[in-house]
């Protein structure tokens, strides 16, 4: 469980995930956009264990009103599914579906240059250049990318 899945049932939302964070999972299969039976089998691990995928605009529902004024909300607050932080700013640069021959740059941990396919770019040639492809926020959507771990380190060298 992650994070925000267990925020989310803490205030009371049902048990869910959205496909890009569900993704970082080692049994999740980005082809499929599903869990791997294969790889819960090796593992050891059964689907139960794991939260249904959803869309990451997918509304879960209002705050109820016991939290909302443990957390002095106004009434109507929606919860929805949320995203992996990396999709969402590429989201945010308005990098779509309906976009694919636009790139995003996004820094956060890493540093991600990155465009939307309808489908992953799986090829020998891809992963011998560090291209990395991953379901996207929505259904059969994938994020395609090449991504540093030196997000922090490009900061600080334009800073300084």
Not at 33 to 53: I, K, N, P, V, W
């Amino acid at each position: 469980m992650t994070f925000s899945e267990y925020i989310r049932m803490k205030l009371g939302f049902p048990d869910v995930v959205d496909y890009a964070t569900a993704a970082s999972s080692l049994p999740y299969d980005v082809r499929k956009q599903d869990y791997s039976d294969a790889l819960l089998r090796e593992f050891g691990l059964h689907r139960a264990m794991f939260s249904q995928t959803v869309p990451a605009d997918a509304l879960l529902g209002e705050i109820g009103p016991a939290t909302r004024d443990l957390l002095d909300l106004p009434n109507g607050v929606k919860v929805v599914a949320g995203g992996y932080d990396a999709h969402c700013g590429i989201l945010g640069a308005g990098i779509t579906q309906a976009t694919p021959q636009i790139a995003a740059d996004a820094a956060g941990t890493f540093e991600r240059v990155a465009f939307v396919k309808s489908k992953p770019v799986l090829t020998q040639k891809a992963l011998k250049r560090d291209i990395n492809s991953n379901c996207y926020l929505f259904k059969d959507t994938d994020v395609v990318s090449a991504a540093l771990a030196t997000s922090g380190s490009i900061v600080r060298w334009f800073r300084d």
